[in-house]
């Protein structure tokens, strides 16, 4: 996820254009840069860290143009440093593009430019989006200074056919934006799977990914949808789709006030995130499920061979981070029918563990630079164990020092409980498995072939159905997002509870652990998790009147269990919500009820 603003028109478009991915900071923030055409090309600023940075290294550079495009950063291909940031430029320095998204076939698409002779300077996917379209060009474009004067138009249409060209090459998702010195005075954009509006003013135009960054400015928008591609000068904005056959969309008045501006319109920032569940799901799936539901993890270097030697599996993570462990633990064990275990950083390090040359030692952190989970690697390396980053952030510390590393594609998390990030570790852990399966299945004695999804049935359906079913997830997670008014509703009615208990069984306990953390984190509540049947060996003493029990129930092979277990509660005067699959019978007792869409058991702690 990372941030684009443009600015064409009449005030300064450097400024104007760092004003607005000011606003958009939250998208982003381990590089910033901005391109704006010159005499003699366009002109590229950019630096590693925030956009204050890219301030200071404008200063006392002459930026006087029309025209620019900006980017804030978050590191999805190559490591955020100078380099790796936007705008990159084609060979002849006359074009620069932003770029928001995941451009999957980049490296073929690479491998083909730099057989015709072009050079990278980046290790980014987004570079091979500025080479490819020089290579749709006509050998006549860039244009000279004083063809260009006689011809602008002409030579807008053609730049616009060789971007609409080079995307048509493209799969992933984009949102971008491109400047043409043959066109100094326009900006191309153009967006699939990633957001991208257009703001407009009286002989000025913005764009960006998002409306708050070009609200000082103006209120009325356009939101593109995917296929779109526009041309924006000062005084005019002209939308196609990418064969250039006019499209018409709708212009929008913005009202909400600033602040809600900045969260989307969402009142915070937790709320919005919860919410990018689906796309970050989406695009933690990104170029990752491939032909036949193969599962590719071009940066992950085991073979067969090495999933052989790893007798164990370790997994170590903090506070969210285990808890997607616990999912992963179960997972691992139920497709892979291998010992794993899932401790807390905190605990692993000081533990003398049980790792060595036989481990796989899954190292699980959003941020990448968790203490105790630092600690963890080391002391993993230390005893000779493979380690493996599941990651959120490009360049951290986890992510570098590991063995090998699996980058989620949640974006930045601001919120401080964690959410989409969750999401992320999960889906993360279902395309670790299915790979490690895919390997397993490779080796010449299949010793133990995936199995033991009894919901699933045997080894050769096994792949198909788990990809299948992580392709619906996001639809499902949109699905629970519409039920969002009828549990706030539920949520008000609890509000005055003194202490809450979620309780689970198999894949419930584990999703129940994530639930109990964010609301002690959020409302200052007592919570904890149980496993649904140990109730009765201790804690059911403190269930009386005043005390929520959430039951979740979404695991058709323990739900018979999981009903007597909340009779229990029941009996002693708890508040009992049960949260079910869609159309499961709706058990005695429950006092509220929660249904969610069903999916696989595996998957149900994602929904
Ligand atoms: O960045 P990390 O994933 O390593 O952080 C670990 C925990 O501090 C974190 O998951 C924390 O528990 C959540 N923010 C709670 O919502």
Redesign the pocket.
Known sequence: MCGITGYVGGRPAVETALNNLKRLEYRGYDSAGVAYPNCNGISVVRAAGKIANLERALTGTPHAAHAAIAHTRWATHGRPNEANAHPHRDCSGQIAVVHNGIIENYAELRKELLAAGHQFTSETDTEVLAHLIEANLPPAIPATEAARSVVSGVEEEIFANAVRAALRLVTGSYAIAVLSQASPDTIFVSRKDSPLIIGLGEGENFLASDIPAVMRYTRCVVLLEDGDFAILTPDHVRVTDLDGAPVTRETLEVTWDDAAAEKNGYPHFMLKEIHEGPRTVRDTLRGRLGANNTVVLPNLPFTAADWQRFRRISIV?????YHAGVVGKRLFEQVLRRPVEVTVASEFRYSDPLVGEDTLVIL???????AD?LAAMREAKAKGATTLAIFNVVGSSLARDADAALLTQAGPEIG???TK?YLAQLTAFALLCLFLAQLQADLPDAETPPSGASEIGQTATILTAFADALRELPTLIEECLRREPQIAALAETLANHSSFFYLGRGYDFAAALEAA??LK?ISYLHAEAYPAGEMKHGPLALVEPGVAIIGFCTQPATNEKMFSNLKEVKAREGTVITVLRDGDPVPDGSDAVITVPATLDAFMPIV
């Open positions: 993570g903090c506070g969210t981070a699980v952190s959003q941020s990448g630079e968790t989970t401080v409980a964690s990030a953390l964010k984190e």
